[in-house]
């Protein structure tokens, strides 16, 4: 099956009992055995439930991979992986993904004993640096939370192989309709599932895929054991939300497109990072690994002010001023101070997330009503600007 049929047919079946065409909400904490250990599959809720069954095959099959494991949110997900470690083991991490992650990684890890190394995975081969004989795990976001730097998924994956080390891929920002890792060679991926896979922003969820039966047995175990699973109606929407990924993927990615063009001609904005530039550092990798480029981007001003982004932050009305993405509706959000206030200052201004950096995640509105909403917010010198490929709308006012 090509991925729009997985994502509206795989893992689901039309309930047993009654034919239901959708996986119904299975609220139970506990399942009747006839005689003990006498049970259909399912003993207890923690362990198993249909609901998340269900939607453990539905993303292990759009992943490209063989299993699948839900938990409670991206975060919890991330945290089951890192349980697969020891005292004295070491993590090569990238150095500018989800702020969360760097916290999780820095401010509970490593008390436990585990390392990490931060660092720049835009080069491959800067990986390789890293790795001693404690390296255990690799962990990348690609493209990267929130300055779109990309990975390349194979070549990280090749190192990854030749010194047996876990290799595990953050898929959140481009999702399987963007890029399969498992394909590219990584063990894992992990979704915050709360993001495009939801799509709807009425659920915090997460999930891992990976080919590996051993390795699924292992996070299956700790899955269980610390119990960071979902409730079975959040299972539900997010199995609803896969079923319409491609459909909400190709117009993010369209919309996209439009608005990272009119950003960059708008004269009060600096930098614009999105991997759909043919000069984005990475375009050539984005290409090769990517189907598209997605509706994430960042921008600075050149005003590089918090007072400067903050007028622009409060003044947009389509785009809402939310943490979160990758839902239908469009946001706004200024990392310094919301996804990314943990890192410290000087820590982010050296990876490029200065004062003024202003992420948006373009959700599916009418385009042209959302390049108004901003160009409204940011202001624009230009009077009268062109907009490219508008048709029937071919300027829009300052
Ligand atoms: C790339 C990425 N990974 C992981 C997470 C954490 O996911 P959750 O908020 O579902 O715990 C986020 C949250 O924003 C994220 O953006």
Known sequence: MKLATKLIHAGVEPDPSTGAIMTP?????????????????YEYARTQNPTRTALQNALAAVENGKFGLCFSSG???????????????????????????????????????LKFHFINMNDANNVANFINSNTKLIWTETPTNPMMNI??????????????????????FASPYLQTPLDLGADIV??????????????????????????????QFIQNACGAIPGPQDCFLVLRGLKTLHVRMQRHCENGDK????????????????????EHPDYAVAKKQMRAFGGMMSFTLK????????????????????????????????PASMTHGSIPREDRINNGL???LIRLSVGIEDPYDLIEDLNNAIGNPNK?????????????SA
Request: with cysteine.
């Open 303 to 334: 005003d590089d002010s918090m007072e400067a982004a903050n007028r622009v932050l409060s003044s947009t009305k389509l785009f809402s001023l939310a943490e979160s993405l990758g839902g239908v509706e469009s946001l706004i959000g200024h």
């Open 190 to 219: 992990l979704h915050s599932a709360t993001k495009y896979l939801g799509g709807h922003s009425d659920v915090v969820h997460g999930c891992l895929i990976m080919n590996d039966a051993g390795l699924n047995e292992k996070l």
């Open 75 to 113: 975060m919890a997900a991330t945290d089951a992986v890192i349980k697969l470690l020891n005292p004295g083991d070491e993590v090569i991490a990238a150095n500018d993904m989800y702020g969360g992650t760097y916290r999780l990684f820095t401010k509970i890890f490593e008390k436990y004993g």
């Open 25 to 41: 909400i299975y609220q139970t904490s506990t399942y009747v055995q006839t005689s003990p250990g006498d049970h259909k599959g």
């Open 384 to 396: 009268n600007i062109d907009i490219m490929e508008m048709p029937g709308k071919e300027t829009v």
């Open 354 to 356: 200065v004062d003024s």
């Open 259 to 278: 608005i990272a063009n009119y950003l960059r001609n708008n004269p009060n904005v600096d930098k614009v990072y999105w991997c759909g530039f043919k």
């Open 151 to 172: 990975t390349d998924i194979a070549a990280v994956a090749l190192i990854a192989k030749q010194h047996n080390i876990m290799f595990c891929v953050d898929n959140t």
